[in-house]
């Protein structure tokens, strides 16, 4: 069980590094967009597209490491005036039950990409 959770939070942290990267690649897409029609230089066509995108995946690419590291909205206040039997196992379903989110979110994500790729579809 502990190289399980070992590898989960090595997946975890992976998915959160290549999200602080669409971070770093936002900044630089937007940076080269506003320079190149600042110059008159051509600009890149799909930089407003790729930022749209890159916003959305960091979302799902952050979410299992906040998730893993309580870094996301939890309500304290109510765990500190509950038995603490009671608020441990409460906070063991939700962290289940956040993890069972992310994989259902990860599968059917999966599936749109998968149905995508097969009929060709493409955004212009």
């Known amino acids: 069980m502990t190289l399980l959770l070992s590898g989960l939070d090595a997946v975890c942290k ?7 990267l669409c971070t770093a690649a936002i900044v630089l897409i937007v940076l080269y967009d506003v320079t190149s029609r600042n110059l008159g230089l051509p600009t890149a066509i799909w930089a407003i ?7 959305l995946h960091i979302t ?10 309580r870094g996301h909205v939890s309500i304290e206040i109510l765990f500190a005036y509950l038995p603490e039997g009671f608020a441990r196992r409460h906070k063991l379903v939700l962290h289940v039950l956040a993890a069972l989110i992310c994989f259902y979110l990860a599968w059917r994500s999966g599936l749109s990409l998968w149905k995508a790729w097969v009929d060709g579809t493409y955004e212009i």
């Open 49 to 55: 597209n790729g930022v749209e995108y890159l916003m």
């Open 14 to 20: 992976a998915l959160f590094w290549l999200a602080c």
């Open 60 to 69: 799902f690419l952050a979410l299992p490491w906040l998730v893993r590291t």
